[in-house]
């Protein structure tokens, strides 16, 4: 049988779980004359629903990783590279003779893709307010396009004012709809929550959680019942450790069921297959953990062993945590890094990490 769970990639169909309520809460949005501003933390499966409703609408999409960009002037040229991907050459060579400062073309005739540079020497932002407005005009005799630019929090990292640049532009634009997506919730609310922030109000707030665990529950159990008696008890056991993450729930479900494949099923199967993973990625979690500051070390440890809801006087005396600031700054920059996750307490993003610190701790 194949293996009905999918990680790392983008899922569709069979692969994807649930969400219909999002969905078509986003379909609708999209449908209508607002813009998104999507908030998850990384791995929750943003691409995965944004990518199945934009393919249910059939409209021109515009996918941009603004994380992957090194200045302006290369999110123009970036830009106007897919604008050439989704549109006839003819028509846009014609449109962007237009542009204030036109851009150097190179097609390649056998793969026919378009390579794009624009002068250097002029200032930026011209540059990438002639392509955003030549997508508003596509706009004008076609389906609308979708313009989703991902990593979005990454923009004052590009340009510091350019959250003002960009927002007097597409504000006039009519004929777009703007999907823009974050993993960084702290920054990306700032940006759309702060009053004094051009993009305040920009959009409707969509926030991506995780999968209720009933939802995740029946997603686990239907496929491993094709494989084993045991579905019950390993679904469980296995959202047990993830504690519902998208992605870590589907890569655990993924190796467990290679496992009863090769080996049968076990009665320790799904920790047996944790400690594979781990083991897999001592070398990846190793380098990662070099590169924490001791304060960072000390809260992760601490974090890993208690499960602490707040970090109480007791927990900052076990773990040799003095300042509360300096407790407070730790946790707020593990969490734009990505480490740790904010809900009703401090988690890791990654299970996988939280185990092999555990394991290490207690070897030595």
């Known amino acids: 049988m194949n293996n009905p769970f999918k990680f790392g990639s983008v899922v569709s169909e069979n692969y994807f779980t649930d969400r219909q309520e999002e969905y078509e809460r986003l379909k609708q949005i999209i449908s209508s004359e607002n813009h998104v501003i999507m908030m998850a933390p990384r791995r929750f499966g943003k691409t995965s629903l944004v990518n199945k409703v934009i393919n249910s609408i059939e409209r ?6 603004l994380q992957l960009l090194t200045g302006v002037s290369d999110f123009a040229s970036q830009l106007l590279k897919q604008l050439f991907k989704k549109y006839p050459f003819e028509k846009l060579k014609f449109l962007i003779s237009n542009f204030r400062v036109i851009p150097t073309l190179q097609l390649d005739p056998a793969s026919n893709n378009v390579e794009i540079s624009f002068q250097t020497r002029v200032e930026s932002f011209v540059q990438l307010e002639d392509v955003l407005n030549l997508i508003d005009k596509l706009g004008e005799d076609r389906s609308k396009p979708i313009v989703v630019l991902d990593e979005f929090q990454e923009l004052l990292n590009l340009d510091k004012s350019l959250d003002k640049k960009l927002r007097s532009v597409i504000q006039f634009h009519k004929n777009v709809n703007y999907v823009l997506m974050g993993s960084v919730e702290s920054l990306m609310r700032q ?9 305040y109000h920009f959009g409707q707030i969509f926030t991506l959680n995780k999968i209720p ?15 084993t008696e045991r579905h019950d008890e390993i679904s469980e056991t296995i959202l047990e450790f993830s504690k519902c993450h998208p992605y870590y729930t589907q890569q655990l479900a993924f190796h467990v069921w290679m496992k009863i494949e090769r080996e049968q099923d076990s009665e320790n199967i799904v920790q047996n297959t944790i400690s594979d993973i781990i083991l897999m990625h001592d070398n990846d979690f190793d380098r990662i953990w070099s590169n924490f500051n001791n304060t960072d070390k000390k809260i992760l ?53 939280k185990e092999w610190i555990v394991k290490k701790r207690n070897e030595n």
């Open 301 to 353: 440890i601490g974090i890993a062993f208690s499960d602490s809801k707040l970090l109480t006087d007791e927990f900052k005396s076990k773990n040799n945590l003095n300042a509360s600031s300096t407790v407070f700054s730790g946790l707020k920059r593990l969490q734009e890094k990505g480490v740790l996750l904010k809900t009703d307490s401090y988690e890791f993003d990654d299970p996988f990490f």
């Open 213 to 227: 665990l009933s939802d995740f529950r029946d997603f686990l159990d239907t496929r491993f019942a094709k494989i």
């Open 191 to 199: 940006i759309f929550e702060n009053k004094k922030s051009p993009f």
């Open 60 to 65: 021109p999409v515009i996918w941009l990783d």
